[in-house]
């Protein structure tokens, strides 16, 4: 089993930055895929990033790519989105999640457990 609780989140300007961070418990975070995703009202939870078990490769969706950077710390159990250059249309809830796998997918259906999410909004 994995835990996972998500921070970080809350408002910003267009053009500013947030990291956010999720921490997992469980003894096989290090061995796990992770992926940050996000939700807006009235939209389905889409894929942003994720990252293999060793960090070695990351993959990005095309609406973050250049803006966004994933990454973890295996030793602090540990995720996070670095989020740059932020526009309104960021503005979501997001959800870290881990995979019985240490390779990532980009499919909600790849992973095996999520966070709650924090609250992400981005004003004009």
């Known amino acids: 089993q994995v835990q996972l609780v998500e921070s970080g989140g809350g408002l910003v300007q267009a053009g500013g930055s947030l990291r956010l961070s999720c921490a997992a418990s469980?003894?096989?975070?290090?061995?796990?895929?992770m992926a940050w995703f996000r939700q807006a009202p009235g939209k389905e939870r889409e894929f942003v990033a994720a990252?293999?078990?060793?960090?070695?490769?990351?993959y990005y969706a095309t609406s973050v790519k250049g803006r966004f950077t994933i990454s973890r710390d295996n030793a602090k159990n540990t995720v996070y989105l670095q989020m740059n250059s932020l526009k309104p249309e960021d503005t979501a809830v997001y959800c870290c999640?881990?995979?019985?796998?240490?390779?990532?997918?980009?499919?909600?259906?790849?992973?095996?457990?999520w966070g709650q999410g924090t609250q992400v909004t981005v004003s004009s």
């Open positions: 999640a881990a995979r019985n796998s240490g390779l990532p997918g980009t499919s909600r259906l790849n992973y095996n457990y």
């Open positions: 469980g003894r096989t975070f290090s061995s796990s895929a």
């Open positions: 990252i293999n078990w060793d960090s070695t490769s990351t």
